[in-house]
């Protein structure tokens, strides 16, 4: 078993559709959260950075961390073409400590 | 403000070659991570540099090495080049000395093994 397992997709939706991604993970150490995006043939860019359990909101997207069933979720309101990218979550044990990433979805926004 | 930058952006190396990719973080962070990146696949810890020094260490074997520099640029050399490593290198940056953990990527270089 992986140490963070993440559906490849690809995840086709229509635009202005709510897109769901998904993680799960086996190590219940992890304690940070975090969701990249990175569009093709360049470096991954973080979107969003929790700790623990819980939500975070931040414009069009809302990190969702459920450490007892060891998943988290991102999720992306209104989605829009430039939505279209990979996307990567990552985690690591405690602060400064190296990230462990999911192998990434590809999410395709169709206009 | 800069951000990480990486230098080259494509290389082509054949096998037995060495490779040296060079890093400069993020302005005002001190800390440096390299991940390798297959086609497909999610980016691999190979190590972090902070002060210097090599903190932390992947799965990788020691054909992969790295230096920091006084003013927080990182290089990473690969030796005996293998097919196998051909993929997107990447570099984080981050401020572990002020407390800033995040990591922020550069754009990556793409290094083909023939």
């Known amino acids: 078993q992986k140490e963070v397992e993440q559906d490849p997709g690809p995840l086709s939706v229509p635009e202005g559709a709510i897109v769901s991604l998904n993680c799960t993970y086996s190590?219940?150490?992890?304690?940070?959260f975090m969701w990249y995006r990175q569009y093709s043939r360049k470096g991954p860019e973080l979107l969003m950075y929790?700790?623990?359990?819980g939500n975070k909101e931040d414009g069009r997207f809302t990190a969702q961390v459920d450490k007892s069933s060891k998943y988290i979720s991102l999720f992306i309101r209104d989605s829009q073409p430039s939505d279209s990218a990979t996307y990567l979550c990552?985690?690591?044990?405690?602060?400064?400590?190296?990230?462990?990433f999911g192998p990434g979805t590809r999410l395709s926004v169709l206009p | 403000d800069a951000g990480v930058t990486q230098s080259p952006t494509h290389l082509i190396k054949t096998r037995g070659q060495q490779v040296t990719l060079r890093c400069s973080p993020k302005?005002?962070?001190?800390?440096v991570s390299w991940y390798q990146q297959a086609l497909g696949q999610g980016p691999q810890f190979i190590f972090q540099?902070?002060?210097?020094?090599?903190?932390q260490r992947g799965n990788f074997p020691d054909r992969f090495s790295g230096h920091q520099f006084p003013n927080y640029s990182s290089e990473l050399n690969v030796n005996a080049l293998l097919l196998g490593d051909s993929a997107l290198y990447l570099c984080?940056?981050?401020?572990?000395?002020?407390?800033?953990?995040?990591?922020?990527f550069g754009p990556g270089t793409r290094l083909l093994v023939l």
């Open positions: 929790t700790y623990s359990s």
């Open positions: 540099y902070y002060e210097e020094e090599e903190r």
């Open positions: 984080a940056s981050s401020g572990l000395g002020l407390g800033e953990e995040t990591q922020y």
């Open positions: 990552a985690m690591s044990e405690s602060d400064g400590q190296n990230f462990v």
């Open positions: 302005s005002g962070h001190d800390t």
């Open positions: 190590n219940s150490a992890f304690q940070y």
